[in-house]
């Protein structure tokens, strides 16, 4: 250190406070002058500091990790009582299941029944939405040799989406069950009616056509029906909701605004469109 | 407690300061600052938690300008608000002027200070900091001249008030230490 004279060295003591308030005012002004002075700073001073922060990470992840554990052994206990309910209760649809499984197939051998053959699928990537002659449908790219046909069902990984309309050499429309042109044949569940669900262009599309005497339920859960030969019966399409004007509606399963990938369904059926009999879309999907 | 270090009791020659004696001095001079710069560069790691830096920094700045004020000089405080600033988003020089401000109260009030116990000064250290958050609100209203929210300023001088007994017990261990350290012949 440097030798001062007592004095001098109190005089310095007592001089400096102001004098650093003063520089304090000036780094204010300094900071208020010159905006970016701060950021580049900050980003030096971040990049100094970071290998301080990456030798703590781990450390500070172990904590963590500890604090996880504690906290997890806490909960541990009840978790394994609801686990142990659930497991119960699971238990029990099994056993029901397999002995619903066993009486179909009694049933089964007994009817002559001709069991359906498992569908081959071929999952697509989405890669743009609208475009086209429709307002609501989406544009798959398939690969160069595919086996995509039209008519095809295509599925996300919740329910029903919509149908292939049209099909290239390396790309294929899917035209949504939301569309204004889409008219998909349905059954609702309950009450087993047949119905027809008319795209609207808006997210849910309405119900119509369903038979006298039935009236559709909230919350009813709505399906694909084997009629016109053009679908499967069965496939999950979404469940009844009442606009706020009273029309039943289909709320869908499926995302259609966020659809990553679709599976296309080949059921080997060939109601309404028979395969490439048009060259252009057709301008009704279902029958009505 | 406020001699300065280099002083030794009467009556006895002063030993010429050798290589490690001068380390060791330096060493008890240094550590306050770059102890309360450690701490607050540890408070700043990106954890998931509100940033404690200013709870960090205040307390720290407090006790020594108190207790020893040789070793917790302007310049020194300059350069930790100046820290402070850059590990926080604040304006440049509003930390600055704020630890400045905390420093230079601590030293008019120190006399006083010292001989009270530690309750009373964590009650002084409490009204300090809730002053030096509304100055630090004041001044970074005055900087954008728009008026932020005052709760999180509110939040540091309570973060920094709960802080201070912590801080307060490890530190008066480390000055008795140096006290001792000092005073031995």
Same mark, same amino acid.
């Given at each position: 250190m440097i030798r001062l004279s007592i004095p001098l060295r109190q005089a310095l003591a007592r001089l400096s406070l102001p004098l650093m308030i003063a520089a304090a005012f000036g780094v204010m002004l300094l900071g208020k002058a010159d905006a970016l002075l701060a950021e580049r700073l900050r980003s030096h001073l971040s990049d100094a500091l970071s290998p301080i922060y990456a030798a703590l990470a781990e450390p500070m992840a172990a904590i963590?990790?500890?604090?996880?554990?504690?906290?997890?052994?806490?909960?541990?206990r009840e978790e394994n009582a609801q686990l142990r309910e659930e497991n119960e209760r699971l238990r029990h649809w099994h056993a029901t299941a397999l002995a619903l499984e066993t009486e179909n197939e009694l049933l089964r051998r007994q009817l002559n029944f001709l069991p359906e053959a498992a569908p081959a699928f071929v999952t697509a990537r989405v890669v743009a939405d609208g475009g086209g002659t429709y307002a609501r449908a989406v544009l798959l790219a398939t690969g160069p040799q595919h086996a995509i046909r039209k008519g095809q069902v295509a599925l996300d990984e919740r329910g029903f989406v919509g149908r292939v309309t049209e099909v290239g050499s390396r790309s294929a429309r899917v035209l949504l069950a939301t569309d204004m042109n889409s008219r998909i044949p349905v059954t609702l569940e309950q009450s087993r009616a047949r119905a027809v669900m008319a795209g609207s262009n808006g997210a849910r599309p309405r119900l119509?056509?369903?038979?006298?005497?039935v009236i559709p339920v909230e919350g009813e859960r709505v399906v694909t029906s084997a009629e016109a030969g053009a679908f499967p019966a069965g496939l999950p399409v979404g469940v009844v909701r009442l606009s706020p004007q009273g029309v039943p509606e289909v709320e869908l399963f499926a995302r259609l605004d966020r659809l990553d990938a679709v599976r296309l369904f080949d059921y080997g059926l060939r109601g309404i469109l028979p395969p490439e009999s048009v060259a252009r879309p057709e301008p009704r999907q279902g029958r009505r | 407690m406020a001699m300065p270090p280099a002083r030794r009791p009467q009556g006895r020659p002063a030993p010429a300061p050798g290589l490690l004696r001068r380390i060791d001095a330096f060493a008890r001079f240094a550590f306050p600052g770059f102890s309360t710069a450690f701490l607050m560069v540890l408070a700043a790691a990106p954890v998931s938690l509100p940033s404690p830096v200013f709870a960090v920094a205040l307390p720290c700045v407090a006790f020594w300008s108190v207790f020893r004020p040789a070793a917790m000089t302007p310049p020194i405080v300059l350069l930790l608000g100046l820290l402070l600033d850059l590990l926080t988003l604040a304006p440049l020089g509003v930390s600055v002027l =704020?630890?400045? /401000? =905390?420093? %230079?109260? /601590?030293? &008019?009030?120190? &006399?006083?200070?010292? &001989?009270?116990?530690?309750?009373? =000064?964590?009650? /002084?250290?409490?009204?300090?900091?809730?002053?030096? %958050?509304?100055?630090?609100?004041?001044?970074?209203?005055l900087l954008s001249l728009r008026l932020p929210p005052f709760a999180p300023a509110l939040h540091a001088a309570m973060l920094a008030a709960g802080f201070y007994p912590a801080i307060a017990l490890v530190l008066t261990r480390v000055h008795e230490a140096m006290l001792q350290a000092e005073n031995a012949p």
């Open positions: 963590r990790s500890a604090a996880e554990e504690v906290r997890g052994l806490a909960t541990l119509a056509h369903w038979p006298e005497g | =704020v630890l400045l /401000a =905390v420093h %230079a109260l /601590a030293l &008019r009030l120190r &006399r006083f200070l010292a &001989r009270q116990s530690f309750l009373m =000064v964590w009650l /002084a250290f409490c009204l300090a900091g809730l002053g030096a %958050a509304a100055l630090f609100w004041g001044l970074q209203a």
